[in-house]
Structure formats: C-alpha cells, structure tokens
C-alpha cells in the first residue's frame, strides 16, 4: 500500500494538515509518512557562523517530528506512523524522499505566514509542483478532513490527452465523488468542446460546468462555495493558466480565500 507524506515544519498550519492527512490514511488504510526538512541557519558577517550545530537541528527535528508522532497516535491509534528527517532544501529533500516512497500524496498546510507555503507558493513553486509525479494536497489552516465527495477540476480545456486520469482514479478509488468539471471563460472568449475531457474520465462520472465570468479566480471561488466542495482540483500540465493562478497576483484569491484543500496532479 502506497503511503501519504505529510510535511510539516511544526507550525499551527502544519500541525494541522498532519491531522487531515492521518484522516485520509484512515479513510484509505494507507501509512503516514512524517517529514521534516531543516536547515544549518547561518549568520553573515565578515565571516559566515553556522549559529547552531547540525547535531543539535538534528535531535529538535526528531524530537518535534515525536511529538507529532505521538498526538497523532493519540488521536488515531491504529495508524501506522514513521517519521524522516532531512537536512537541505525543501524542495529536493521533498523530490528524492517520494523518489524513494512513491506516495500516493503529500500533504502539507498553508497559511499567509507559513514556510511551507512560501516553499510550495514561491519562486520556485510552479516548476516544483510541474517536476513532482505524485499528487500534492495543501490544506487551509482551520480546514478539517472531509471525505472527497464534491471535487471541483478547475480546467481550461488545454492539453486534455496529458490528464493523470490514473493517478485521479488511485486517489479517489474509496469515495464515492461527484467529480465537476469546472471550466471559467469570458463571454468573448470561443466556446470549447468538453466532450473529449468527459469522455475521458467518464470512469468518474463527471458533471461539466461552464461558468462566465472574466476572473478565472474569482469565478472558480464562486462555484466552489456554491456546490459546498471538498477538493478544488488543478492540473499543472495547463502551463500558461497555472501560471496565471498561481503567481503573486493570483494566489491572494485562490490559495487564501478558498477554504477547502487544493490538489495538484502532474501528468
């Protein structure tokens, strides 16, 4: 059984996903992954100190990744729970850790201060997400699990032969989802044919929705809200329009100001 990683770096956010991604081990009957990446901090000077010892980053990492170790198995004590910690940049200890695991997901929280939103949402954000071949679930700080019953695939109808129809299938082969195809245009914009994308993923029963409205952002928000969905559902191989909803302009509406869990699934 592939495993869920769960990321954290001990913030309130994290600790939070942490729970979400117990829940849908649960719910899957998978094993968590607990993984913690640190780094030596460095003063600059004239010359560079290391300010702390790799030995001590060490043993807070280990003993922060035991206590969530031990509130998760408090709370959820048939879970099989194994813990990692590395030293390095977050996001290639990320990359070689599901090299080695093949998860079925990683989870991680997010909040307007959050590192690990900085590290997902960052500079470096939309070619890490393209480069990763796993799904990866970032949760709202004050979101709890909820089974995947409404999830939304925000879509522009691009590339629809590159969609990871497999590893959507792997992911919500255990609940029974309404799947929405949501697919927001301006009323200028040509009409696109949805038929090769539902034939597609006809497996999953999908329902088409076309919304007018000429911010993308602003019209998947509204839809999300009005269905009550679980999951909003975007594919990073649509390069230009996942440029435009996750660059610093974006994010604002898309990442803080929708409160269910954003999944991303490279092709």
């Keep these: 059984m592939k495993s869920i990683i769960a990321l954290t770096d001990f913030t309130p956010a994290a600790d939070n996903a942490t729970h979400y991604a117990a829940k849908l081990c649960k719910e899957l009957g998978a094993p968590l992954s607990l993984l913690h990446v640190y780094q030596i901090p460095i003063t600059m000077s004239d010359m560079p100190v290391i300010m ?4 001590e980053l060490k043993n807070n990492a280990d003993n922060g990744l035991m206590r969530v170790k031990e509130e998760l198995i408090n709370n959820y ?45 960052g500079s470096t954000a939309i070619s890490l997400i393209r480069g990763f071949k796993f799904p990866v679930i ?13 999830v939304v695939l925000a879509t522009d109808l691009q590339n629809i032969d590159a969609t990871p129809v497999d590893a959507m299938k792997s992911l919500f082969q255990d609940f029974p989802i309404s799947l929405h195809i949501l ?4 009323e200028k914009d040509e009409p696109k044919d949805a038929n090769p994308l539902l034939s597609k993923l006809q497996s999953l029963n999908p329902q088409f929705h076309l919304v007018q409205n000429s911010d993308v952002t602003k019209g998947i928000e509204e839809f999300v809200e009005k269905i009550d969905a679980s999951l909003l559902l975007v594919l990073p ?13 974006h994010s604002k509406d898309i990442i803080r100001h929708i409160n269910i869990p954003v999944l991303t699934i490279a092709d």
């Design 52 to 55: 702390v010892s790799a030995e």
């Design 138 to 150: 970032t949760v709202p700080e004050n979101t709890t699990f909820k089974n995947f019953k409404s």
């Design 237 to 249: 191989h649509h390069h230009k329009w996942f440029d435009s909803l996750f660059t610093k302009q």
């Design 183 to 186: 697919h927001v245009a301006d």
């Design 77 to 121: 004590p048939d879970l099989e729970i194994s813990t990692t910690s590395r030293i390095g940049d977050v996001a290639d200890e990320v990359n070689e850790m599901t090299k080695e695991a093949n998860p079925l997901a990683v989870v991680l929280g997010r909040n307007n201060y959050s590192g690990l939103e900085r590290a997902l949402f």
